[in-house]
């Protein structure tokens, strides 16, 4: 391994400490699958010398995912639906965890029906019509 080989492995290696990175989500991505880096590799179909530029890219820009996913998945190579896919389910699931309440506060109960009370019959008036 190169000394340049090196330094572009410590810096992939800093990008997936940095949500800004594609490192970051590729690293988020392993964690909630219970992936290995080489198998999350093997699903996007990207070179071992290629993976570690990856991880230096941005991530995609919410107003032209399609175009910047694109884009990635040209430059390296990549599955551009998989690529996609991780990149959803990472921002989907972070998402839900930056938003969850603190604590107990804002947990809901499960809805269940609940026995109507029986109903009293209407006395009825005594002038034999129904009001």
């Not at 810096?11 to 594609?22: G, H, K, M, V, W």
């Not at 884009?71 to 690529?83: G, N, Q, S, V, W």
């Amino acid at each position: 391994m190169t000394k340049d080989d090196q330094l572009l492995r410590r810096a992939a290696d800093r990008a997936r400490l940095q949500p800004e990175y594609f490192g970051w989500i590729l690293a988020q991505f392993a964690e909630i699958e219970g992936l290995t880096e080489e198998q999350v590799q093997k699903r996007l179909r990207v070179s071992c010398d290629d993976w570690p530029r990856l991880h230096l890219c941005l991530r995609p820009r919410a107003d032209q995912f399609l175009q910047d996913v694109t884009t990635i998945a040209k430059e390296f190579a990549a599955d551009r639906d998989a690529l996609a896919a991780i990149v959803r389910t990472v921002e989907a699931l972070h998402g839900l965890r930056v938003h969850q309440p603190i604590g107990n506060a804002g947990h809901l109960l499960a809805a269940r029906s609940r026995k109507k009370k029986p109903t009293k019959p209407k006395h009825d008036q005594g002038d034999g019509h129904e009001s």
